[in-house]
C-alpha cells in the first residue's frame, strides 16, 4: 500500500466508525423511547399527586374512572407506551414520505385510542382479555391458564393496533433478501416473536395489584406505589424494546476499513 492510499484510508475509516456509532444511538434511542414516555407520565402522575379526586370535565371522567382503570391502572401508561411508539416511527429517519408520516400516523393513533378508550377506558383491548379470561375460568380452565388466554387477547388485539398504525406511519417492513418463503419465514417469526412479547407484557401489568401496587387512581400515587409501577412497567417493556432494537440492527455489511485499506493499492 502507498503512504497516500495509508492517509486515505485512515479518515475513511474513522468516519465509519463515527457513523456506525451514531446510528446505534439513534437505534437504541427509538427502542427505549417508549418505555421512558410511559416512565416519564408515572413520575408526572407522582409529582402532580393525580388521581380521580383532581378537577376533571364530568364527561371525561365519566369515561376513564371506573372497573378496568382500578382493575388494570398501568393499561394507562402501557397506553402511553404505545403511542409513543408510533409516533417514535413517525419521527425516525427513514425512506417513508413526510405524507405518508402525518396522514399515516394520525391513523395509526387515532385507531390504538380507538380499541383502547371506547366506549370508556380500556376499550376493546381490555374487555377482550377480561371477557376471555373469565368466560374461560367459568367454563372450569384453571385460573393460570384462564388468565393467560386473557392476556393473550389483549395484547393481541394492543399489538395489531399498535403494529399497524407503526406500519401507517412508515416502519418498514421486511428486507426483500432472500427466497419468497425465507421472507415468508422471517415475517412469520417477527410476528410471533412481537405477540409473545407484548404477551408477557400484558400478563405482567395485570398483576400489578398482586405486586403490591396501591389503590390508585382512588387516592394519589405514594412512593412505593412509584416504585412498583415503574419495576412493573420497565419488566413488562423490556423484551419488546429488546425486540425492537434487534429489529433496527443494521444488516451486516463488507467491514469498510478492508474497503478504505485497499485504496492506493499498487
Do not use: C
Not at 475513511?12 to 418505555?35: D, H, K, M
Not at 409513543?84 to 399515516?104: D, E, F, K
Not at 455489511?253 to 478492508?258: C, E, G, K, N, Y
Amino acid at each position: 500500500m502507498s503512504r497516500t492510499g495509508a492517509l486515505s484510508a485512515g479518515p475513511e475509516v474513522g468516519s465509519a466508525q463515527a457513523r456506525a456509532s451514531r446510528s446505534e444511538r439513534g437505534r437504541l434511542a427509538i427502542a427505549a423511547a417508549p418505555l421512558l414516555a410511559a416512565l416519564t407520565a408515572l413520575f408526572a402522575v407522582f409529582l402532580t399527586g393525580f388521581d380521580q379526586r383532581s378537577a376533571m370535565p364530568p364527561d371525561v371522567a365519566t369515561r376513564f374512572y371506573g372497573f378496568f382503570l382500578d382493575r388494570y391502572p398501568l393499561f394507562a401508561f402501557a397506553l402511553v407506551y404505545g403511542l409513543t411508539r408510533i409516533l417514535t416511527v413517525m419521527l425516525a429517519p427513514g425512506s417513508a414520505s413526510l405524507a405518508r408520516r402525518v396522514v399515516g400516523g394520525l391513523i395509526g393513533l387515532a385507531l390504538l385510542l380507538g380499541v383502547s378508550l371506547h366506549p370508556t377506558f380500556g376499550g376493546l383491548v381490555l374487555r377482550a382479555g377480561f371477557g376471555t379470561g373469565s368466560g374461560a375460568f367459568l367454563n372450569g380452565t384453571p385460573m393460570l391458564i384462564a388468565y393467560a388466554m386473557g392476556a393473550g387477547a389483549a395484547a393481541g388485539l394492543f399489538g395489531l393496533a399498535m403494529g399497524l398504525g407503526a406500519r401507517l406511519a412508515g416502519r418498514p417492513g421486511p428486507k426483500p433478501s432472500g427466497s419468497r418463503w425465507r421472507r415468508a419465514g422471517r415475517a412469520l417469526l417477527g410476528w410471533v416473536a412481537g405477540i409473545l412479547a407484548l404477551w408477557f407484557a400484558a400478563a405482567v401489568i395485570g398483576l400489578a395489584r398482586d405486586a403490591g401496587f396501591g389503590p390508585w387512581p382512588r387516592r394519589p400515587l405514594d412512593a412505593r406505589d412509584l416504585v412498583v409501577a415503574a419495576l412493573v412497567l420497565t419488566l413488562a417493556a423490556l423484551p419488546h424494546g429488546l425486540l425492537v432494537a434487534a429489529r433496527l440492527r443494521p444488516q451486516r455489511t463488507t467491514r469498510a476499513a478492508p474497503q478504505a485499506a485497499r485504496v492506493g493499492v499498487a
